[in-house]
Structures are given as C-alpha cells and as structure tokens.
C-alpha cells in the first residue's frame, strides 16, 4: 500500500496463460501463446524470439536474475541474455537476500534486475504468516496447515471455506510483502530507489475457490 501510493497502478490485469512457464514467455517477448509456443514447463522458449534481458544487455545494462526454479528455470530457455541467471531457491526468502547482495556490489551499475518468488502460489499456508488473518472459530475442510489447488478444485465450498483458503493466501502475500519490503529498504539506502523503476507484476492469477473452476480446469489442461 505504501508502493502504491507513488506508483502507476494498472487496475485491470490479464495474464496470457493460467501457468508460469507460458505467461513468462509472453512476458519476456510480448509475443502471445499460441506464437512462441512454450506451452508449459516441459517446452523451452525458441532462441529465435528476442527477450527483454537480450535487448537490455545489448544496451549496456547488466542483467541478473534470482527466480524460484521450476516453471522459469533456465532448462526453459529464460536465462538468455542474463549474464547471471540463479535459478536454485524457490522463494522470496532466498531470492530477495541474494539480490540485495548482488546490488549492494553492483550499484554503480545500471542494471536490469529479475526478482521471482513463489509466495503467493499454491500450496497455501507455506510462510511465518500463514495464520495471521484465519478467523479462530474456523472448523471446515480446510482446518489443516497448506491448501493446494487439488483441495480446492471440484469441491462444493461454503463461504467459511472460501474464507480460510483466502486467509491462508493473504499469509503468503504478507510473506511476500515483508521481503519486498526489506528489498525497497535496501534500494532506498544505497541510494537507488529514486533512480530505479520498479515493476510489481505477478504471471498468472490463482484460483481461490470462484465459481469458474470448470473454467480454470479447462485451461488448465490445454496442452
């Protein structure tokens, strides 16, 4: 909220695929699905498409990266045009030291930074506030640590399910808040942060228990 608050904010959001590795891919070439064909986290982007990092490497930026593995490792063909491309940690936990790290060695430089965490993903409930905002008296389905999306797809929820599985995501963002917080902090003592564009965006969004699940099922499963 305090970002927001100095920031453009882009009300309206729409990811180009329900999953990581193809959202990513439209995201780092403007290009649609169905054009750059990497479908899902078995297919690897084509070197014949141009990426953001190539375009800003060859104009004197460095380009680093400290992404969740997974969906956008460099297997999938993300880590083209990062001259430093660390794809070994899984959250923001991880990513977000070693990118203050690598800045604090680096400010001199301009730079284009990737910053990927996997906070605000299914399973639900995987952070040191996973139960900050869960109502007490809570007692239905769901009354155990993490939620995934299979608990969640197909199943006839009441409103009090809907709710807990919303507070268990609103933990995670509150996780992910805090080590983007300390990365803000970071770039506001170096003396960067008034020099720096930031660009908060997430790939895909998730499913919390709406209505269209059949929906979310269907495109889910299109490859």
Do not use: C
């Amino acid at each position: 909220d305090i970002l927001a608050k100095e920031s453009i904010i882009f009300e309206n959001a729409f990811s180009q695929a329900p999953h990581t590795t193809p959202s990513h891919a439209s995201i780092f070439t403007s290009l649609y699905m169905f054009q750059h064909g990497a479908f899902n986290e078995s297919y690897r982007l084509p070197e014949k498409f141009v990426t953001l990092a190539e375009i800003m490497k060859s104009n004197g930026y460095s380009t680093v990266a400290f992404v969740g593995d997974g969906a956008v490792s460099a297997r999938n063909g993300f880590s083209r045009g990062f001259e430093k491309y660390d794809d070994h940690a899984f959250m923001f936990s991880i990513t977000v030291p070693k990118a203050i790290k690598w800045v604090e060695g680096n400010k001199e430089k301009k730079f284009l930074l990737f910053l990927h965490g996997y906070e605000a993903h299914e399973p639900y409930g995987d952070s040191e506030f996973s139960n900050l905002f869960i109502e007490s008296n809570y007692s239905g389905k769901f009354n155990f640590n993490q939620v995934s999306r299979t608990d969640i797809t197909g199943r006839n929820l009441s409103e009090e399910d809907i709710g807990y599985i919303k507070a268990k995501y609103d933990g995670d963002i509150r996780q992910a808040d805090k080590f983007i917080g300390l990365f803000i902090k970071k770039l506001k003592h170096l003396g960067l942060y008034n020099k720096t564009i930031l660009v908060i965006f997430s790939d895909h969004g998730e499913y919390l228990g709406e209505m269209h699940s059949n929906l979310y099922r269907r495109f889910a499963h299109y490859d």
